[in-house]
């Protein structure tokens, strides 16, 4: 079993920073990436930024430039730093863990809200 912990949402006012974490326990070897999605209010979940077990990274064009996902592997722990929030950037953002054969783990979500 993994389990994933995310910290770090908020209310911010737009133009602001937010910093999430994501941290993974459990059986986590092998991975094949971390990634944060975000929930809308009245749209559909969207990945928002990726990273593999081998460091390379994926955004999606809304974040690009603004957002940036890293990881520290001694902690077992993924962020993503998010500057220039603006109010489309509100939404529940969760953490998800990918591994082969399509084994997936999602944590329990964070809500981040950017006030105009």
């Known amino acids: 079993q993994v389990q994933l912990v995310e910290s770090g949402g908020g209310l911010v006012q737009a133009g602001g920073s937010l910093r999430l974490s994501c941290a993974a326990s459990?059986?986590?070897?092998?991975?094949?990436?971390m990634g944060w999605y975000r929930h809308p209010p009245g749209n559909q979940r969207e990945l928002v930024a990726a990273i593999t077990g081998g460091g390379t990274t994926y955004y999606a064009d809304s974040v690009k430039g603004r957002f940036t996902i890293s990881g520290d592997r001694a902690k077992n722990t993924v962020y993503l730093q998010m500057n220039s929030l603006n109010p489309e950037d509100t939404a529940v953002y969760s953490c998800n863990m990918k591994f082969p054969r399509d084994r997936s783990y999602w944590g329990q979500g964070t809500q981040v809200t950017v006030s105009s």
């Open positions: 459990g059986s986590i070897f092998s991975f094949n990436s």
